[in-house]
């Protein structure tokens, strides 16, 4: 059983799903509900062919507590009905939490993909999530290099006094991203109203970024700067983001082009002409390398350390001085070099999936 329901857990699911069917596994989709909007939800299952959730929980909104507990509570009650083998999550959101805790409490195993990650920031509460679920997950799939050593430093490797087995397999989103190239949306930049390397694309949705007045005024400033640099900023908004700019009063400049969240073919078209992107999305920072776009997170750290140690992503939090060095280093990105070969090697080259699919087999045989 799969549990998703946050934006970036069905851009994970499309390939898992599809190696998954290709292995012969049975899969049953549930779909927590946390994620909900046209345009943050359903968009996505239509035009990347995702398979219909079986169960659609329906779970939304209310504090993290109150959100995760009655996913937890839901969860359970599917996972006795349903009598899953194992339970598969992917990430670091709420639902991620939520499906694990169901699964463990009822001694079903739980298989983790995009295991290890760490910001180290306690404060945030996808790295509560990554912590507690990697500590309970049966199967850990690591994306990258650092994510195992992180693991490794809290216990979590092969094998281990209670089994967890730990497995580097690379990135599922660039499954998705190499199996989905062919139908980007490039003509979204015309749609959009702006040129082809004139704009800088931005998301920004974190609670860090979003939920004061300061913050919220510090990230459009940094937008704006970026702007003198490129023109225009592109901004699809996550609906927290909307909602949080009402309630505060706070006005975008004019040069930042606020616009509806983009579904996946569009947003991928409209980063791979962009000049710049600006995020604090985990995802979007490696999609921008995997675009060949130069990066800057408008974050204090990242999970993505490979990214910045090759040069191609600049944290700079709502830093303004670490903003200008970042932006008179834009230039120095190399994306022919061996830097890049090296680190796209790193992400598996699209073979990710099938080795959740191979191992999650292994584990359902035995
Ligand atoms: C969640 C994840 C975050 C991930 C992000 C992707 C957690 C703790 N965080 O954050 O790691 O990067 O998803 O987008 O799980 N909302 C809508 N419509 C929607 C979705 C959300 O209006 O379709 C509103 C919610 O009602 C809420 C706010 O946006 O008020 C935040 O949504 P929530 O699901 O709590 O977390 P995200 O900020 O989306």
Known sequence: MTVIGARPQF?????????????GAEELLVHTGQHYDEKM???FFDELGIPKPRYNLGIHGGSHGQMTGKM?????????????????????????????????KLHIPVIHVEAGLRSFDRGMPEEINRVVVDQISSLLFCPTK???TNLRSEGIYGDNRLGQRVVKNGDV????????????????????GVEPQKYALATVHRADNTDSVNALRDVFGMLDRAADRVGTVVFPMHPRTRARLGQLGVEPPARVKMVEPLGYLDMM??????ALLLTDSGGMQKEALWARVPCITLRPHTEWIETVEAGFNQI??????RLERAISQLDGCDFEGTAYRDLMTGYGSGRAASIVAEETMSLLER
């Open 11 to 23: 851009i994970k699911a499309v390939s898992v799903s599809r190696a998954l069917a290709g292995s």
């Open 173 to 192: 989103m660039l499954d998705t991203f190499e199996a989905m190239r062919p139908w980007f949306n490039h003509t979204i930049v015309g749609a959009l």
């Open 146 to 148: 650092p994510a195992i």
């Open 72 to 104: 937890v509570a839901a969860i359970e009650q599917v996972l006795l009905d349903e009598e899953p083998k194992a339970v598969l999550v992917f990430g670091d959101t709420n639902s991620t939490l939520a499906a694990g805790l169901a699964a463990v």
């Open 41 to 43: 939800s359903a968009i």
């Open 316 to 321: 700079v939090g709502r830093d303004r001085d």
């Open 269 to 274: 078209g409209a980063l791979h002409s962009a």
